[in-house]
């Protein structure tokens, strides 16, 4: 099974400032036939199902401010809030969907500091 | 407007069984895959068994999971299902029903299940 590591497990940060969690594969999960990474990140706040923010790695989900962008190949991604406002606390996951199962990383949980 | 509900959830002793149900509306349920993911209290999400499109010829589960729950779906009610048999304490969770477009693009509230003597 690809096992996914996210860091950290949790992140302060400051409002208005950026923020950036980081996801690494255990194995590559990009398609060499079109060069497209199976990466999905999820934003999950407290007592909410998980929503999706960005597919194939960086690709924003519609209705997803632009604030979120993902980018990274291969083994290594990278999620960044680029200004980060009071609602975006809540708890991050990344998730591959290149061969079942489609593992997801432990969290990162993100905090105002 | 798009809809995943599930039902079935609740407290089951250690070894029992209980059926999930999910019931979707607003989209063409035959057209997607479907998949259920399970979070521990206070813990992570765990990708639970995924069933294809069309016919759901294809199924995959997770090894936490493999030979005690069966994943099927009755396209004609729109609805997936998950047979839990055998159930451990380690089962206990709120279990998500979603819609698989590769990446979740759709998820339910969750059902929770208990596993407790």
């Known amino acids: 099974d690809i096992v996914l590591t996210q860091s950290p497990d949790s992140l302060p940060v400051s409002l208005g400032e950026r923020a950036t969690i980081n996801c690494k594969s255990s194995?590559?999960?990009?398609?060499?036939?079109?060069?497209?990474?199976?990466l999905a990140w999820y934003q999950q706040r407290p007592g909410q199902p998980p929503k999706l923010l960005i597919y194939?790695?960086?690709t924003r989900e519609s209705g997803v401010p632009d604030r979120f962008s993902g980018s990274g190949s291969g083994t290594d991604f990278t999620l960044t809030i680029s200004s980060l406002q009071a609602e975006d606390v809540a708890v991050y996951y990344c998730?591959?969907?290149?061969?079942?199962?489609?593992?997801f990383g432990q969290g990162t949980k993100l905090e105002i500091k | 407007e798009v809809q995943l509900v599930e039902s079935g959830g609740g407290l089951v002793k250690p070894g029992g069984s209980l059926r999930l149900s999910c019931a979707a509306s607003?989209?063409?349920?035959?057209?997607?895959?479907m998949i259920w993911v399970r979070q521990a209290p206070g813990k992570g999400l765990e990708w639970v068994s995924r069933i294809s499109n069309g016919g759901g010829t294809s199924i995959h589960y997770a090894d936490s999971v493999k030979g005690r729950f069966t994943i099927s779906r009755d396209n004609a009610k729109n609805s997936l299902y998950l047979q839990m048999n055998s159930l451990r304490a380690e089962d206990t969770a709120l279990y998500y029903c979603?819609?698989?477009?590769?990446?979740?693009?759709?998820w339910g509230q969750g059902t929770l299940v208990t596993v407790s003597s």
């Open positions: 979603a819609r698989d477009a590769g990446a979740i693009n759709f």
């Open positions: 607003g989209f063409t349920f035959s057209n997607y895959a």
């Open positions: 194939w790695a960086s």
């Open positions: 998730q591959q969907y290149y061969s079942p199962p489609h593992t």
């Open positions: 194995q590559d999960i990009s398609y060499s036939s079109n060069n497209k990474n199976s």
